[in-house]
Nanobody, 127 residues
């Protein structure tokens, strides 16, 4: 059973920082591509950042403007999203996602490119 569990969300003032974590189990984690998505009410779930199984390659949505960094610790089966200079428009539920492939070098930006999902963690940025 593949399980992904996000944590680290909360309420933060504009300009502040948060680090989201995604703990995984049941995956060949060190061989699995991972990603973060976010979703607000009435909008499609959108790609935020992705990282390959090796951690050698990463991809970011243009909208994050260099304020977010994705990383992984394969020894802990955990993916992180470091968020800084947060803006109210960053307010969303953030989801961790995993791809049902091993040792692939293509990072999809589409929701359908990932098979496993966590329940999400709320990030609220106040103005």
């Amino acid at each position: 059973q593949v399980q992904l569990e996000e944590s680290g969300g909360g309420l933060v003032q504009a300009g502040g920082s948060l680090r989201l974590s995604c703990a995984s189990s049941g995956l060949p984690f060190s061989s699995s591509n991972m990603a973060w998505f976010r979703q607000t009410p009435g909008k499609e779930r959108e790609f935020v950042a992705g990282i390959t199984w090796s951690g050698r390659c990463s991809d970011y949505a243009d909208s994050v403007g260099g304020r977010l960094t994705i990383s992984r610790d394969n020894a802990k089966n955990t993916v992180y999203l470091q968020m800084s200079s947060l803006k109210p428009e960053d307010t969303a539920v953030y989801y961790c996602a995993a791809q049902d492939y091993t040792k692939r070098y293509y990072l999809p930006r589409e929701r359908d490119g990932y098979e496993y999902w966590g329940q999400g963690t709320q990030v609220t940025v106040s103005s």
